[in-house]
């Protein structure tokens, strides 16, 4: 009898030991900065929370890759320094993905294509490229694909931002004559946000193709495999339709 009691409980031990291993494995987290001011992307709400479609699709990336994320707000500027220093362990913030950018770091799948594209006062005329603006300074945030793009073409003036927002604020009150954003931050600052409605209106078509994705520490294979496992489930049931829907359409 004791020895059968002895086996119960060993067994209950074991068992327990694989429980607890086997959790710690599903709770695994991951790092991953955001500078979120970058309405809808990511952007801090009225209750003080990190929200976006960059938030939500990584978190249904998390849920189908058996992992969980804990966001860290950081500061665009100096964001990929951070990644290289180990003091996360991705980035998502509509970082686009670069042949450059792959030189230091490592990225994802692709999760959505977002060109660059030219906002104006809504009184402008006779503006819809870049090239329509020379002689004037047209603005971006510092060191995006929006920056780059205007320093592409001669006779325009580039002016960079800390934050897009700093730079609509500047456009809104005439002292730049157009900025340069991805799609999606264009659409939001210049269809949905309610202080620019009427204000603003994007002009032309996008002039780039661009495609955001996660990026990792260069050579972070583990990361990398479990952010993409997650993701590709994601995108491939289209849930990331449905995202689209509810921040950028």
Do not use: H
């Not at 992992?67 to 003091?87: C, K, M, P, Q, S």
Request: hydrophobic share 40%; aromatic share 8%.
């Amino acid at each position: 009898m004791k020895r059968g009691l002895l086996i119960l409980i060993i067994a209950v031990l074991a068992l327990s030991v694989l429980f607890v291993g086997c959790k710690k494995k599903e709770e695994a987290v991951i790092t991953v900065a955001t500078d979120a001011t970058w309405p809808p992307m990511e952007y801090v709400d009225a209750n003080k929370e990190i929200v976006g479609f960059d938030i939500d699709l990584l978190n249904l990336a998390a849920k189908e890759g058996g992992f969980t994320v804990e966001f860290r707000n950081t500061a665009w500027d100096g964001i990929f320094a951070g990644l290289a220093n180990g003091n996360y362990d991705a980035v998502i913030s509509s970082v686009t993905i670069t042949e450059e950018r792959k030189e230091t770091m490592d990225f994802s799948v692709p999760y959505i294509n977002a060109g660059q594209v030219l906002i104006v006062p809504s009184s402008t005329s006779g503006v819809t490229t870049l090239n329509d603006l020379k002689g004037k300074s047209v603005g971006a945030q510092i060191g995006t694909t929006g920056s780059f793009e205007i320093e592409k073409v001669d006779g325009v003036t580039l002016k960079t931002y800390d934050e897009l927002g700093l730079a609509i604020e500047d456009l809104v009150n005439g002292r730049i004559a157009g900025v340069v954003a991805d799609t999606p931050i264009a659409a939001d600052f210049a269809l949905q946000n309610e202080s620019y409605k009427g204000k603003l209106k994007i002009v032309g078509e996008p002039f780039t193709d661009e495609y955001y994705g996660v990026a990792v520490k260069k050579g972070n294979k583990e990361v990398l495999d479990k952010i993409n496992a997650g993701l590709k489930k994601v995108l491939d049931a289209g849930k990331d339709e449905e995202l689209k829907d509810k921040w950028l359409r």
